[in-house]
């Protein structure tokens, strides 16, 4: 009877979660609607936040500019570390240090007010690797079953969809038991297993049978019934396109923003971009991160590189389509795997101006990391610590907001600048280099306006066009983001 008792109360707490998220949707859809035809789109990916923490800033967030925030993987995940969050125990509901479902929900509801939508990070790849506690592939297994068992009420509280008595997944669900020797080989990298090396076990990786399928779509369209508004596909680089595309239909994909992330060095002549990225772009109709784009940074801000990378780099081959790209400086892969990802991170300084250059441009939708500065401090200090509060990347983000949907022209560049204008309503220059450059523009048949102030959104500076040559000062190792009224 107790037990019949918790599971009734675990129902009409859900019930209540889903009418309350409904309600406060409708009540923010004017809102959403206002943000959409803005077309401001800048993600905050709130790396390994609580989401009652990111509820609890929700109007620090809109305040900043953010339309999206990108949050930790909602599902059932064990242990404390910011990697355990990429091994998935149970699908079927939301439980790990960060948060539940019932926050989950909460921090959704929240954001909706604010007129923020809420992107999941999802992991339809592998499953938790617990070979060090069982040997069978039998998930969640039945130690986490016995803490459903324990606690009832809680746990039917928390369900997404399922039945929480039972394992949801097992052999018949998963590929052979190799571990990935050559990361060159399409065929090893999507069908075996992501290992540590030394006789690590791996990820266990799901294969894209029907059932598996089946049990993934639940999920996400818990989530979207939740009121999540994008996908971001983790190591979707080591799915088969089959099982892709197969899992992400027309029905999920309704309404929703879906990216993958299949890390490259640069784009065209990159051996990876061949083999990995370019068909997933191909054979999808999905976004993904810009890592050629990144490339292109990294190539315009390297020691004797050229700011020349930067002028069009969609055009040789070197950045995504707008339309297909989600821009960044620094992924949380980066500063968390620096063995591997490690040598992708620009210098501070060289990240700044990169920040510049992504939330200045036309094209993609920019992300901005930040976390609490537990990635790697022994190598990087507290480089990201609210990262998303600065001043400077606040300050980015509403020229980013107030130049959407306005064209890109690039005035003039050399090795050390960029200067470009974004339609009528603002001017970017980015100077890489240890002295000023100045840069004089004939404006007599610009569409920049003349006897306006164009004012910095960084330093408070002042261009006002009076003739029909005018000079940009652009000092050293700076940006200059010139919004006009």
Known sequence: MQ???????????RSFFVVRSALLRTLALSALLCSSLAQADVILHAFNWRYSEVEARAQAIKDAGYKIVLVAPAYKASGSEWWARYQPQDYRLIHHSLGDTESFASMVSALELKGVLVYADVVPNHMANEAAQRSDLNYPGAAVLAQYASNPGYYNAQRLFGDLRYNFLGLNDFGPASCIQNYLDVWQVQNWRLCNGGGDAGLPDLIGNSWVISQQQQYLRALKGMGVKGFRIDAVKHMKLPHVNALFNAEIKAGMHVFGEVITSRGSGDEE???FLQPYLNQTDHAAYDFPLHGSLREAFRFGGSMSALVNPQAVGQALAGARAVTVTVTH?????P??????ILNPGDETLAYAYILGRDGGVPMVFSDHGESRPDLYGARWNDAFNRSDIRAMIRFHNAAQGTDMQVLSYSDCHLLFRRGSRGIVGINKCGSAVNSTINMNNSVLWWNTPY?????GHVVNIKSSNY??????????MWLRP
Do not use: C, E, K
């Not at 037990?3 to 707490?13: E, K, R």
């Not at 892969?333 to 795997?337: I, Q």
């Not at 000079?471 to 200059?480: E, G, H, I, K, V």
């Open 3 to 13: 037990s019949h008792q918790a599971t009734v109360f675990g129902t009409v707490l």
């Open 455 to 459: 004012t910095d959104t960084l330093s």
């Open 333 to 337: 892969d980066m500063p968390n795997n």
């Open 471 to 480: 000079t940009f000062s652009l000092p050293a190792r700076a940006a200059r």
């Open 273 to 275: 971009y061949r083999l």
């Open 339 to 344: 063995g591997i990802f490690g040598w992708m």
